[in-house]
Each structure stands twice: as C-alpha cells, then as structure tokens.
C-alpha cells in the first residue's frame, strides 16, 4: 500500500482507474474505485490518495489534468456559455459506456508512449476528446468543467477545523476559503485569537498527543498524516511544546 498526501488539487482531474484499488479522503467524503471505473475530481481541493496494488495485479492509474486555460479554449472554440456557478458534488464517479470504454483503450499507447513529440500532440486531442465524451455522459458536468469563478468565502472555523492537518502554505489555505491572504490573515485572527501558523503548529501537536495518549498511536504512524514533513521536526516541536519527547508520552 502506498499513501500519499496530495494537499493542493488545482485543477480538475480525471482519473482512470486500470488496475488496483485507488482511495481518495477529502474533509467530506471517502471514494474508491476499482479496475475500469472513473473519477472527475473537482479543482481547488485538499485530499488525501491512497494507492493499493491487488492480489496477481499491479497498480495503474491514468490522470488527465484538465487546467481551466485548456477548458477555456474549449469554451470559446464551441462558444459554450456558462450561466450558473457550479454547486453540485465536488468529485463525480463517472458511469461507463461504449464511448467512454473505447476512449479508456484508446488513451493507453500515448501513457506507454508519452515522451514522443507526435504522442503528446495527439495527446491533446485525447484530453479534449475526455471533455467532449464526459459532457455527452452528463450534461451537467458542462458546469463543473466550465465553472471559471473564484472559490466563495467558506466559514472559516469549520474549513480549517477538517483540513488543518494537510501540509500546504498558508497562501493556499487562503485561496481555498475564497479569501486574499491579508483577508485570510485578519479573519484568521479575529476567528482563532492567533496567526495561522502558530494556530496550525499548535492544532497538529494538540491532535498529536491526543491520538499518541488516547489512540496509542505511535509518532513515526502519524507525523505525515498531521502535516509534517519529517519525524525529527515533529520530535522537535513536540518537545518543545510539551517538555517531552512524543515517546515520552504515555497511552491512557
């Protein structure tokens, strides 16, 4: 099994599942999916992967990313107008079909081909040819792809209360609650009485000790899921801040 901490997901992506088990864990959801299925994933969101290989199958996944310049070109060149600012689910399994079944074959020579000029040319084509097959499957996506506006202003407290273990900037944290950075740093202050970095090093430690005291869980099992980079800088901090080693502490 393979985790991996995927904090920022810019752009929409789809996802094409070809072998093993694919996870994905946002603040309000949990999806999997299995050999043949597909994702679209909504852009501007934190996330959570987890790449599990099956028994007599190795694990393969195909990403598109489709990043709103390219969508836009699309959007002008058919002249697709877009009323309404996307509000539905934020990651969509996409049901198959006969289309969607040859565009999944169709696309695996330019992923075994990929670094040839003539393979990422008609690469496009293939990524433009995904939109064209997922806006004929659901017409609704047309809003989800084409949705060119900025993240609203979410509530803070609760944004940051379910995402404050992911290991991204502050500037990030910023976009994604629709805010410029001095907003976010001001409404972070009058929310939480302290700036975001000392309010998130204090939260993941806080959570640390918890899961270390109440869970036995051990810190070398959770420092990356609390968005630490290295054990040592969690050891450090940790100490720091409690007077103890997290080995120091003891499970109830």
Known sequence: MRKEKVGFLGHNTLVLQVSGLFKMQTASEIISMTKGDMLLIRKNQLAEITKIPLENEDYQTIVICLEDSFLGQIALEEQIEINNTYSGSQNVLIPTNEFLRGFFQ??????????????????????????????NTLPELKDFLFDFSEPHKVDLEKFMLSNFHYNISVEKFAQLTGRSLASFKRDFQRTFGMAPRQWLQERRLNEARHLIETKNKKPSAIYLDLGFETLSHFSHSFKKRFGKAPTGISSI
Do not use: D, F, T
């Open 106 to 135: 169709s696309v695996m020579p330019y992923v075994r081909n990929s670094e040839g000029k003539i393979a990422k040319a008609l690469g496009m084509l293939k990524v433009k040819e995904a939109v064209y097959l997922l806006i």
